[in-house]
Every structure is written in structure tokens, then in C-alpha cells.
């Protein structure tokens, strides 16, 4: 029945037959076959879900590091084996045709990985939810390493557009830049109007997460920015044709890439503008779906969504939503603000003041004036409070505040307008509670709370790992693939001979497979006995990549001076980009490279030591990369790693982390 399908779609995409059809044109049909099955089952969600009146989740998020979804869709399908049946008997491999599918350039690191991991796991719960995030063309960026430096160069995934994805331009959005606002009376209240502004359309493209053995289909909700103009004819008539597009322009670069070089006003202003472009989009059409589901009364609102900030990113959601209660919806402010209060919920996702993002208030309030007004009115009422409570504490007061010293603090706007404040780790929300937001603690010990990361086995393991799989589903079952509890009952097995020499068989499997790999992109041959040592992860120098590299030269300076130095093999892989703004990690990347080239060229220490440098650190690299790891360096400077989920990953597959 696939088959058959498959060969009527390659007719009718490329107008030819199977046996005539190019590798990437069949990879093409099998997506475009398996997006319809996926849009169905779709369809089916929403049906079962008409007249659900729960509460629904809104997962705000600037990344979500997806992965590839074909191989995903399959599992999630039940139609891995026999899709793979099919390529056989038509001379093809599944896993080499998957290699046709980029990566969705939507993410970098592991706040976009988690935010991806939730949402197969609310789907493969049963949870209804939506994730809300920015369609960006060029994603991050592709890593190339020229000569050991790492040079950035656009990454067009959406080139040959994506089958996973559905536009939907009728749910468009308008969202507002600059101007003034306006105030004048009217019905015996204050009424605010925004004049002079710039419009941006905000288009929607959903892209349908399955869960595993699920009826729920969730959405991922991406905008993509478009001109409310397209080309200015008077201009073009003229012969001034780059005049002509320049509104299209400066309108759409806002959802070009995903974090902008920052280090100049015009890099913050664009971040600025993509944070607000994507959450009030989002905002827009949450409140516009609540009123045609439940009508004008806003009182149950948060009774029927919840709105969730992904780090401080999405900060702005809750003025916006203060915005369309108060403008639009003509609530009083204590009405709208008990809503807003009780909608929102917030993960802190770092401790690095760095991160902690603060705007200059003169860029926020000429970038979003209205917002700026509501803002100021939130921070006013905050301090006011603070002063009943600690009287005569400037100090303090100061120190909370939303706006200080010229500058919107997100973080702290994020814990005034929330319900719920959580770390990702158990340390993690220790130190927030009692060192960065000790103060936000004392004031409102009731929002703090702790929800440790996770990941989604079903990538990580089910889909990376098969022989391994396998071998779990031989000796236990399937029933972990839902229930990760039940990957225990594998201990009994843990003084087996036989289940150990099958583990390992797995394991030297996977590491032949990752060798070929590094030799056919890197050129190095390294050997599948040594002990591959991996670090993977974004390039910082809080994690540390530089300490592990010079552990690196240690053991080859003790390998020089003692010939008879008792090492086993090792191999050294790393995998990291550096933000195009971060000299200092690019420096590293650098040195790295450097030590490899002359560890790997010295037959004096007899292949004793590789080093590797993976280009383009990806998801479906790490799939790769992680099941054939035997040593995880989990390294970051102690109370500054959040919670790194890649351990998690690693540990899943065997290695020690």
C-alpha cells in the first residue's frame, strides 16, 4: 500500500516513474507521503479535540532544535519498518535518503532542544498543546571550519521548502513598531491609541508533532514576517528599484536568522523587534482563539490557557497581553493584571548575568511605546508594594525593580507577571532562590519551584540507537517506549554474559559507524577500539571546551616524554559552534583544531591520541555521534551549568557522563 502510494506520488510531483526518479526525488515522495499521513491524523486530533474545554498549554520559546522529522514520523507512525521494506526492494537505504533532510535551522542549543523535547513529550502524553516560535529562513547558521577557524555561512533550509509544514495565511497577525501613543477620554475611562507605527504581518506555518501511539496531534506555530506592502510601484516606476523593496526588506529581517550579532544598536534592535514580532503574534492569536471558543468574558481565562516563558525571551508576552485586555478587550487594569498574573508561567534557564537580559530603556519605549507605558504602570504598582513591605529600603527596592538605571530588566518582569517561577535542576532552583532572585524568594516564596529537565528517549534512544533497541525490546519489551520506568526491569540482565557481549557487539557497531564518518568528513582515521572522549555542546567558556583541550596537550606532552606510557587509545571528539560575535570561543575552536592537526601527525605517539573537530554540531549529528560515545566530559564550571541535558542522552546509550 506504500508503495503504491509512494509511486503516485513521484508521478505526480516530478511527473515520472519510481525506477526513473533520483534518490533525492524519492526522499522527497516518501516526506510528501508520510506529511499526509502525519495531516490526516492531524485532522483526526482536532476532531477528537472539538469542544475539549481543559486547559491548554502555550509553550513560547525564541529556539526549538527539532531534529529531523521523517525518521521521527515514522516511529511515531509505526511505519518505519515497512517504509524501509519498501527502499530495500526499490535498491535504496532509508538511512542514506534521510540524509537528504536538513536539519530546521530553529534552534542552536539546549534551551531550543528542550523546548523541542517537551513537545514530543505533551503529544506522546496526551497533552494539548501549542508550541509558539519564529520561522527563521536562514536558521542560526552553518559552521564551517576554514584553516581551523570557524567561518559562518547562511543556512537555507527552507530552500526547498519543508513537507512538514502548513501555512495558514488567513490566521495572519499585525504587529506594531514605533509611533506614539495617543491618550484621550472617552466613556469616563483613559483610552490609549497607537498612532504612527510601522506594521509587520505576522504569517503562521504550523508544523504537526505527533506523539508516539497518541491520538494528540499538537502544532508547532511559527511566524514568518511579510511586509503589509509588497513593492512600492511609484518607487520601481521610477527606476529606483532597491527604494522599492526596502519597506519588504526591513519588514522580513526580522525573521531571517536567529540570534543577530548584538554588539551594535541596530543587532539589539533587531532582537528586540523579533521578541515582540513573535510574541505578540502568539498573544494575538491565543486571545482570539479563547474568544471564539469561550466568548468576551476574560475571566476564565486562566482556566483555559496556560502561557509558558521559555527563559526571558518571550518576556514581553505578558504587557502584550495587558495590551489586548486593557486596549482592546476594555478591562480595568486590577481586572486585566489578575489575569495576566495568573496566565503566565516562567523557566529561568540560566544564572550567567549575561543572560539575564535587560533592554535600554530608550530603545524600548521609541521601539514599543505602548508596551513601554504598561511596563512603567507594572514597575510602579511592584515598588509600591515593596515599599509596604520594606518602607524606606530604597536599596532593595532599587534592586527589584523592573525598570533601573535606564534599563527594562526581563527577568525580573518575568517573575512580577508570573504565577510560577522554576529552575531546571534541583541546585539550579537552589541557587536562584537563594543567590540571583533571593530577594524575588523572600517576596514571593510561594512561585518558586523546581522542574528538572529531561529528554525524549524516543529520539535519543528508540530512533539513534537501534541496535540497542532492539536489544532492550528482546530482553524487556516495548513498554519503556512509553514508560521510561520500565527500562529498569534491563537490570536484571546487568550480570549476563550474554547481554553483555551483545552491548558491546552494539557498541562497537555504532563507533565503526561514527569512524567512517569522521574519516569521510574530516579525513582522520581513528580507531574504533580507542576510547572515544566527547564533548558536544555550545561552545562557551563557562563549559569549558578550553580545560578539556588542554588536558588534551597534557597526556601528548606525557606521551612524548614516556614513550612507555600506559594509555589506552583515546580519541577526543568535540562538536560545538560559537556565537559569530564571541571572539574568545572562536579562538578555542581555533587552538582545538591546531592540536589536532599536530596530535594526529605524529607517528611518535603511535595513534596513542586523536583530536577531532566535528563541523556543523547539529541533532542529527549528535545522533550519530552520541550512541557511539564511551565518555561524556560533562565539565562546565560548577554553579554555572543550569542542567545539561546531554548527559541524560549519553547516559541512555551507555557512556559514563
Given amino acids: 500500500m506504500f508503495r503504491v502510494a509512494l509511486e503516485t506520488k513521484v508521478q505526480r510531483m516530478f511527473g515520472r516513474s519510481i525506477r526513473g526518479a533520483s534518490d533525492d526525488q524519492i526522499f522527497q515522495a516518501i516526506s510528501q507521503v508520510v506529511s499526509d499521513l502525519v495531516k490526516e491524523q492531524r485532522a483526526y486530533s482536532r476532531e477528537l479535540m472539538r469542544g475539549h474545554h481543559g486547559k491548554e498549554l502555550y509553550y513560547l520559546s525564541m529556539e526549538f532544535l527539532m531534529g529531523r522529522a521523517l525518521g521521527n514520523n515514522l516511529i511515531n507512525l509505526g511505519l518505519e519498518d515497512l517504509v524501509a521494506e519498501v527502499c530495500v526492494e526499490l535498491g535504496l537505504e532509508l538511512g542514506e535518503l534521510q540524509e537528504s533532510e536538513p536539519d530546521p535551522g530553529l534552534g542552536n542549543g539546549g534551551l531550543g532542544r528542550l523546548a523541542a523535547c517537551f513537545m514530543d513529550s505533551l503529544a506522546s502524553l496526551g497533552y494539548k498543546a501549542t508550541g509558539c516560535g519564529i520561522r527563521y529562513e536562514y536558521g542560526l547558521f552553518q559552521q564551517k571550519i576554514i584553516d581551523g577557524y570557524q567561518v559562518e555561512v547562511s543556512d537555507p533550509w527552507l530552500e526547498n521548502g519543508s513537507s512538514w509544514e502548513?501555512?495558514?495565511?488567513?490566521?495572519?497577525?499585525?504587529?506594531?513598531?514605533?509611533?506614539?501613543?495617543?491618550?484621550?477620554?472617552?466613556?469616563?475611562?483613559?483610552?490609549?491609541?497607537?498612532k504612527g507605527y510601522q506594521s509587520v504581518r505576522a504569517v503562521p506555518y504550523e508544523m504537526p508533532i505527533l506523539g508516539y501511539d497518541s491520538d494528540v496531534v499538537n502544532s508547532l506555530r511559527l511566524w514568518a514576517a511579510r511586509a503589509t506592502k509588497h513593492l512600492d510601484m511609484s518607487l520601481f516606476g521610477q527606476g529606483k528599484y532597491l527604494d522599492a523593496l526596502e519597506e519588504k526588506e526591513l519588514a522580513e529581517v526580522i525573521s531571517k536568522v536567529l540570534y543577530p550579532d548584538d554588539n551594535h544598536p541596530e543587532g539589539k534592535a533587531l532582537r528586540l523587534k523579533q521578541q515582540y514580532f513573535f510574541v505578540s503574534a502568539s498573544i494575538q492569536s491565543i486571545v482570539r482563539k479563547y474568544r471564539n471558543q469561550y466568548g468576551a468574558d476574560f475571566a476564565e481565562f486562566p482556566e483555559h490557557v496556560v502561557v509558558h516563558i521559555n527563559d526571558t525571551h518571550p518576556a514581553l508576552a505578558i504587557p502584550e497581553l495587558m495590551r489586548i485586555l486593557l486596549d482592546e478587550e476594555g478591562l480595568d487594569w486590577d481586572q486585566a493584571w489578575k489575569i495576566t498574573k495568573s496566565t503566565f508561567a516562567y523557566t529561568n534557564h540560566t544564572i550567567l548575568e549575561e543572560a539575564l537580559e535587560r533592554w535600554p530603556e530608550g530603545l524600548f519605549r521609541d521601539l514599543l511605546p505602548r508596551l513601554w507605558d504598561i511596563v512603567y504602570e507594572i514597575n510602579e504598582r511592584f515598588c509600591a508594594s515593596l515599599w509596604d513591605r520594606y518602607p524606606g529600603d530604597w536599596d532593595k527596592i532599587s534592586r527589584m525593580s523592573i525598570i533601573a538605571h535606564h534599563e527594562v530588566k526581563m527577568a525580573h518582569l518575568c517573575i512580577v507577571g508570573s504565577f510560577s517561577i522554576n529552575g531546571v535542576a534541583q541546585l539550579h532552583s537552589q541557587i536562584l532562590k537563594e543567590q540571583v532572585f533571593a530577594e524575588f524568594a523572600e517576596f514571593y516564596p510561594e512561585k518558586f519551584t523546581n522542574v528538572t529537565n529531561g529528554v525524549t528517549f524516543r529520539r535519543f534512544l528508540l530512533k539513534a540507537n537501534k541496535g540497542l533497541s532492539e536489544l532492550l525490546a528482546d530482553r524487556i519489551g516495548t513498554g519503556w517506549?512509553?514508560?521510561?520506568?520500565?527500562?529498569?526491569?534491563?537490570?536484571?540482565?546487568?550480570?549476563?554474559?550474554?547481554?553483555?557481549?551483545?552491548?558491546?557487539?552494539?557498541?562497537?557497531?555504532?563507533?565503526?559507524?561514527?569512524?567512517?564518518?569522521?574519516?569521510?568528513?574530516?579525513?582522520?582515521?581513528?580507531?574504533?577500539?580507542?576510547?572515544?572522549?566527547?564533548?558536544i555542546k555550545r561552545l562557551h567558556e563557562y563549559k569549558r571546551q578550553l580545560l578539556n583541550i588542554l588536558h588534551v596537550l597534557y597526556l601528548y606532552n606525557r606521551l612524548l616524554e614516556d614513550p612507555d606510557f600506559a594509555?589506552?587509545?583515546?580519541?577526543?571528539?568535540?562538536?560545538?559552534?560559537?556565537?559569530?560575535?564571541?571572539?574568545?570561543?572562536?579562538?578555542?575552536i581555533k587552538l582545538i583544531h591546531d592540536v589536532g592537526e599536530r596530535i594526529n601527525n605524529d607517528r611518535n605517539i603511535e595513534d596513542k591520541l586523536k583530536v577531532v573537530f566535528l563541523e556543523n554540531y547539529r541533532v542529527s549529528l549528535a545522533e550519530v555521534i552520541i550512541p557511539a560515545?564511551?565518555?561524556?566530559?560533562?565539565?562546565?564550571?560548577?554553579?554555572?551549568?543550569?542542567?545539561?541535558?546531554?548527559?541524560?542522552?549519553?547516559?541512555?546509550?551507555?557512556?559514563?557522563?
Avoid: C, W
Fill in 567 to 588: 594509555m589506552h587509545p583515546r580519541t577526543f571528539i568535540f562538536g560545538a559552534k560559537a556565537a559569530p560575535g564571541y571572539g574568545m570561543a572562536k579562538l578555542i
Fill in 166 to 194: 502548513i501555512a495558514l495565511p488567513e490566521e495572519t497577525e499585525i504587529v506594531k513598531f514605533g509611533g506614539f501613543v495617543e491618550v484621550t477620554e472617552g466613556d469616563g475611562r483613559l483610552v490609549y491609541e497607537h
Fill in 629 to 657: 560515545s564511551d565518555v561524556s566530559e560533562q565539565i562546565s564550571t560548577a554553579g554555572k551549568e543550569a542542567s545539561g541535558t546531554g548527559n541524560m542522552k549519553f547516559m541512555l546509550n551507555g557512556a559514563l557522563t
Fill in 481 to 535: 517506549i512509553k514508560k521510561p520506568e520500565e527500562l529498569k526491569k534491563f537490570l536484571a540482565y546487568q550480570d549476563d554474559r550474554g547481554a553483555q557481549e551483545v552491548l558491546a557487539h552494539i557498541r562497537h557497531s555504532n563507533k565503526v559507524a561514527l569512524a567512517k564518518y569522521i574519516y569521510d568528513h574530516n579525513h582522520v582515521r581513528v580507531d574504533p577500539n580507542s576510547i572515544f572522549d566527547v564533548q
